[in-house]
């Protein structure tokens, strides 16, 4: 008995230990599977999981307010800047090009290899702040305001949201360098250093909140200010890339500025938005929308019962390339496993397209106005694979992604063909929309803007598609600066007047 007392008493001390040595080995075991789990993986849980870190904001109203509070705080600590205040003369032009000139000879022949790639320089303009840090606060401010419509119901605040590309963009690229993510583009206070110079108008905004007269008036001081600029007179223009992503903005003035590197949402062959000369692959740059649902993230993406065949909410009826549309209704309406509704405004409209294209396999995106849509976008990062009926579509970083692997195109004309389309998309192997899935899962970091700026993000893949263009944008500059004016085309995608200028003489502000 004493014996068994004298066993029993050592078990109980030994109990804890052992609870405590099991304890630490089950946590040992935790940590080393969520520390093996490669967050910038491919992978679907890894994608989702790096997009949303609570350390990045993915909402432009939610990023707006934290940078509008930051830059409050910060006005008094103005960093050095050379934007030249005026009207630069002809000595100012040649100082600065023989400026640039010398810095592109020590680079070159520096004796550093690597500085010839080296990030893209880009120089920021301090611009006033009516062109900038105004008109944001003025989207704040009126942001409530949600019955504010366009003349087609458009709620006006989210069209601005959907184009303020020129926000993301600038916000990471004025950032302090230490807490910025991206490597491939960097901010320099010296114009004679820059490759490119970035253009911080708010062009969307300004055509959206103020009066009809008072935003032309605004354009017509913005395009002042900005060919007042001796970097501009240096290159007409060619190197500057200037922020129109929604085909109304600037529209009144962009035939003078023509030349600069426009960042689009389309390329509109149709010549409804843009003129003929005015926009082209070579120079310009599409750029995504910003989606208008939420990310379908990987629980989401696990969950989802995707039980109907093809879905559509949106406008039913559109202009120009979007007639598609008025077809594409009559065919499918009531057919089996096909949901086709016309959208409404406001945050039942947001709810009621998140959650049917959760619930499809395949989403419509046919041509609107212009051949793009801000739907791709939605589809993409709804985990629905998009059916693309837009015969004139240019596609963002189409140089860099494979959108076959995510997306079916469909040309209009098989589209219209009664009992078509629907007999295509179910004759799609499981397999090949698992696989589409997959890879939309996979593809849609590339598709959400966010502060600080994400790497393979939208504006790390922009400066990406830009670097591929600056030699070429650095070739027609050196060229038009030797080629006698008037003898020949500097480019033969431009349209020149008969005086041998570029688009003309500005109008006074």
Known sequence: MAGRAASGAAKSRRSPLLLFVLALLFLSLLFFAFSSTPSSSFSPVGTIHAHLSPNI?????????????????????????????????????????????????????????????????????????????????????????????????????????????????????????????????????????????????????????????????????????????????????????????????????????????????DMDSTGNWYKPGQVYLEKDLILPYVPNVDLCDSKCLLDSKRTTLLFFRGRLKRNAGGKIRTKLVAELNGAKDVVIEEGTAGEGGKAAAQIGMRKSTFCLSPAGDTPSSARLFDAIVSGCIPVIISDELELPFEGILDYRKMAVFVSSSDAAQPGWLLSFLRSISSSEIRERQKNLAKYSRHFLYSHPAMPLGPEDLAWRMIAGKVANIKLHVRRAQRVVKGSRSVCSCECRLPNGTSGGTPPSP
């Open 57 to 265: 904001d993915y909402s432009f109203v939610s990023s707006l307010q934290k940078f509008l509070m930051n830059s409050n705080s910060k006005s008094s600590l103005k960093l050095p800047d050379d934007t030249v205040r005026g009207d630069a003369a002809q000595q100012d032009v040649k100082r600065l090009d023989d400026s640039i000139s010398l810095a592109e000879e020590k680079r070159l022949y520096g004796g550093n290899q690597m500085s010839l790639y080296s990030p893209i320089r880009v120089y920021v303009y301090d611009m006033p702040s009516k062109f900038t840090y105004d008109l944001l606060r003025l989207f704040q401010n009126t942001y409530q305001e949600t019955n504010n419509l366009t003349s087609n119901g458009s709620p006006v605040h989210r069209l601005i949201e959907q184009h303020s590309i020129d926000y993301w963009l600038w916000a990471d690229l004025i950032a302090p360098e230490s807490e910025r993510l991206l490597k491939n583009v960097v901010r320099v206070l010296k114009q004679e250093e820059a490759d490119l110079f970035y253009v911080p108008f708010f062009t969307t905004i300004s055509f959206f909140l103020l009066e009809k007269q008072q935003c032309k008036a605004l354009y017509r001081e913005a395009l002042k200010w900005i060919i007042d600029q001796p970097a501009w007179k240096r290159s007409e223009g060619r190197d500057h890339i200037l922020p129109v992503h929604h085909p109304w903005s600037f529209k009144s003035v962009r035939k003078f500025v023509k030349q600069a590197i426009w960042l689009l949402p």
